[in-house]
Nanobody
Framework: QVQVVESGGGLVQAGGSLRLSCAAS????????GGWFRQAPGKEREFVAA????????LYADSVKGRFTISRDNAKNTVYLQMNSLKPEDTAVYYC?????????????????WGQGTQVTVSS
């Protein structure tokens, strides 16, 4: 089973940018898709973006479309989330997870191998 570790979170002002990384180990990510989710205090975990490893097909939540970009680096076995034009409502713990190999999905039960999360705080 693949293990994933997130990094890259931090504190940024509104309008700023951050890039999150999700490094996979144990198995190659080519057997999975990569997904990003987030959970704000007092709220349920929600889908942010996903990418298939083989074709690079992507899917985004409406709330981040046009501001966030998900990508992957085969050689580094890593999934990235570039976040631009950040808003205070983007503040959350961001989680990476490995999902089904050939499709992108927003459904949390479809994902396994969750990381511990990385905190993103956007100040106004």
């Amino acid at each position: 089973q693949v293990q994933v570790v997130e990094s890259g979170g931090g504190l940024v002002q509104a309008g700023g940018s951050l890039r999150l990384s999700c490094a996979a180990s144990g198995r190659t990510m080519s057997r999975y898709s990569g997904g990003w989710f987030r959970q704000a205090p007092g709220k349920e975990r929600e889908f942010v973006a996903a990418i298939t490893w083989s074709s690079g097909t992507t899917l985004y939540a409406d709330s981040v479309k046009g501001r966030f970009t998900i990508s992957r680096d085969n050689a580094k076995n890593t999934v990235y989330l570039q976040m631009n034009s950040l808003k205070p409502e983007d503040t959350a713990v961001y989680y990476c997870a490995a999902g089904p190999a050939s499709i992108v999905t927003r459904l949390i039960p479809e994902y396994s191998s969750w990381g511990q999360g990385t905190q993103v705080t956007v100040s106004s």
